[in-house]
């Protein structure tokens, strides 16, 4: 039995897919150095020629990116924050992700991205504090937020092996985690949900960080309900039919997602359920405000993110 952190599934995953396959290489600033963990001593074993330090410029080594993949690479691009990505959201979504619809399949973008430590961390303020997963899910690229150690090697191992762009949150929430891992570490297949916790009286669809949140509600309120946990792992493509599977056997439905509820990825789960569930009662979303802002105060921050105190009211009221 080995405990695994999260950061750590993230590099073994990648340290594992460049030992397997010479087209895998990484983009990124001070990726030599391992800053954010995720490329942390791969430079020193598979050489600067694979594990490039890049300028400070995400459009430029983003664009060498997709270019490199087009040309038979698997590269994997870090941004270290997740704001950088509205800087690349042209090079990914128009150009990497269109590439292979507009040419009848002919070319292929195998590029992922990855984003360790998204959303909020402690006092990093509005510009960096987005959790902007909505956005990549809402255009059709393969979005991925996992929640565990060994959902986050399994996810990234995919990740890395799709012929199309994928784009990985890797939750600041989540980064501390850690798992014990009793059988061997392997691919998770994209756009499969992963039921943590069974229940009949209420599902609870949480995403990320927040599944550990849901879980701990869940145990908290065993003596009022049973509350199913499921983590969709996968935002785009969507597991429906785990969601309305889940939904067959409670009836009820909460919400909780790490970003802001209008247009969020919170409002399609709800739309999907109100289209083709079983609904006893109105389902309810946790999320942050609309158009939310992360201020740098320390205590307005938490107060604009979904916690447990509101997850808890939410499953009450849906059970009423």
């Avoid at 150095?33 to 300028?55: S, Y």
């Avoid at 949900?193 to 609870?204: I, M, P």
């Avoid at 935002?235 to 039919?241: G, Q």
Wanted: aromatic fraction near 4%.
């Amino acid at each position: 039995m080995t405990l695994l952190s999260y950061a750590k599934a993230m590099n073994r995953a990648l340290a594992d897919a460049l030992a397997a396959d010479p087209a895998v290489c990484v983009f990124g600033e001070d990726v030599g150095a391992g800053l954010a963990g995720l490329t942390l001593g791969l430079q020193q074993r598979f050489g600067a020629e694979r594990v490039v330090d890049t300028p400070l410029s995400e459009q430029a080594f983003t664009s060498a990116g997709v270019g490199a993949a087009l040309s038979g690479m698997r590269p994997v691009i870090e941004l270290q924050i997740p704001s950088l990505l509205f800087l690349v959201f042209e090079q990914l979504a128009n150009q990497a992700h269109k590439f292979s619809l507009m040419t009848g399949g002919q070319a292929r973008v195998p590029l992922t991205v990855v984003v360790p430590g998204s959303g909020s961390r402690s006092g990093w303020a509005g510009q960096h504090s987005d959790q902007p997963y909505g956005l990549f899910a809402h255009v059709g690229i393969k979005t991925l937020v996992p929640a565990t150690p060994t959902d986050a090697y399994g996810l990234l191992s995919s990740a890395i092996a799709d012929d199309d762009p994928v784009v990985l949150f890797a939750p600041a929430g989540a980064l501390g985690v850690r798992e014990d891992v009793t059988a061997p570490l392997g691919p998770v297949p994209l756009g499969v949900a992963r039921t943590h916790r069974a229940g009949t009286d209420v599902t609870v669809v949480a995403v990320g960080h927040l599944v550990h949140q849901a879980l701990a509600v869940a145990e908290e309120l065993a003596g009022e309900a049973s509350v199913e946990v499921l983590d969709p792992r996968t935002l785009y493509p969507l597991d429906r039919a785990a969601l309305l599977a889940s939904l067959e056997r409670t009836g009820r439905l909460v919400v909780v997602d790490d970003s802001n509820r209008f247009a969020g990825f919170a409002a399609e789960v709800l739309a999907v359920a109100a289209e083709d569930g079983r609904l006893l009662a109105p389902p309810r979303r946790v999320t942050r405000p609309d158009g939310a802002v992360l201020p740098f105060a320390l205590g307005l921050d938490r107060a604009l993110q979904p916690g447990v105190d509101q997850l808890r009211e939410a499953i009450r009221a849906v059970l009423k």
